[in-house]
């Protein structure tokens, strides 16, 4: 079954950087465009940028775009979200996402906090 572990989350101070990582299994991952979102706290889930699967084009919300890049490693079933110039205001729990056959599955996500 399909399966989506995200890790790398943690504390860090404003102006600071995280990798997180997203290994998937249970799928082609090759074959599949992969996204990430976040839930801030008492707010709703929202998108944060995705990569395609062949060319590996990528598409980021306003909010992170210059700040965070998303890479991926087929050989590896892996995507990552490297983040730098962390911010307070991305402090969320983030997720890996993606859609096969038109179901949607997610990842349980890692909690990122930027706080000093």
């Known amino acids: 079954q399909v399966q989506l572990v995200e890790s790398g989350g943690g504390l860090v101070q404003p102006g600071g950087s995280l990798r997180l990582s997203c290994a998937a299994s249970?799928?082609?991952?090759?074959?599949?465009?992969m996204s990430w979102y976040r839930q801030p706290p008492g707010k709703e889930r929202e998108f944060v940028g995705f990569?395609?699967?062949?060319?590996?084009?990528?598409r980021y919300a306003d909010s992170v775009k210059g700040r965070f890049t998303i890479s991926r490693d087929n050989a590896k079933n892996t995507m990552y979200l490297q983040m730098n110039n962390l911010k307070p205001e991305d402090t969320a729990v983030y997720y890996c996402s993606t859609t096969r056959y038109g179901v949607t599955y997610w990842g349980p996500g890692t909690q990122v906090t930027a706080s000093s």
């Open positions: 249970g799928f082609t991952f090759n074959n599949y465009v």
């Open positions: 990569i395609t699967n062949v060319a590996g084009s990528t």
